[in-house]
């Protein structure tokens, strides 16, 4: 089995004005293919990686052998959290359910959560992304560089932002904060919730 790009569940142009066209066909079709490609290559002379699950992959990198390991960590995770970030992306949707009641009992508001989440994926130096985990039952915060992806820590994502130049330079340029801003019109919450509800089953 070869690992293959999945197609988004929705066109290029629905995160307008948020997110715009042009960057979502490049994101997905250019800058995702090439991390499957990459990974595929990697796991080329390894039949049990080629048939198991990006996500089993990367929860138990020290599995993978050593010499493709780095690879694996590298491209299989531009692989991974690529297909999750497009998951949690739809436009317009309201915060709602259990994902909202904790996000209030742990940051005070969704206000407060926004903020903070703002302030680490601006403080986050370089290429990375910007996560909301569930660690040990709690819900955080955190941010990871390159492509490192917190499920090869053991914690369970729920919802994230790419923040690779790639992700937003073409409308956004320099301005790291207002590609922020706009993320939060685009989080697609009911997918966070069904996330949060699988994580604390
Ligand atoms: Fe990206």
């Known amino acids: 089995m070869k690992h293959i790009l999945s197609l988004l569940e929705y066109d290029y142009d ?10 979502m066909e490049i994101h997905h079709k250019k800058h995702h293919q090439a991390y ?8 080329e002379n390894y039949p049990e990686l080629k048939n198991k699950d990006i996500r089993e992959i990367l929860s138990n990198l020290n599995k993978v052998p050593e010499d493709i390991r780095l690879s694996v960590k ?11 970030f497009w998951k949690i992306l739809k436009k317009d ?16 508001s969704l206000e407060e959560f926004q903020d903070k989440f703002k302030k680490l994926a601006l403080s986050h130096f370089g ?21 490192d992806s917190p499920i090869s820590d053991g914690k369970i994502p729920l919802l994230t932002l ?27 919450w009911s997918n966070v919730n069904k996330n949060y509800q699988e994580a604390i089953k």
């Open 14 to 23: 629905s995160l307008e004005p948020y997110i715009d066209r042009q960057t």
């Open 36 to 43: 499957i490609d990459n990974f595929n290559k990697a796991v």
């Open 74 to 84: 590298n491209h299989g995770g531009g692989y991974f959290n690529h297909s999750f």
């Open 162 to 188: 790419d923040i690779w130049e790639h992700a937003y330079y073409l409308k956004y340029q320099n301005k790291r904060a207002d590609y922020i801003d706009a993320f939060f019109h685009v989080i697609d």
């Open 127 to 147: 290429s990375g992304w910007v996560w909301l985990i569930l660690d040990k039952g709690k819900l955080s915060l955190l941010s990871t560089p390159n492509q």
């Open 93 to 108: 949707i309201e915060p709602k359910g259990e994902i909202k009641e904790a996000i209030e009992r742990q940051f005070g």
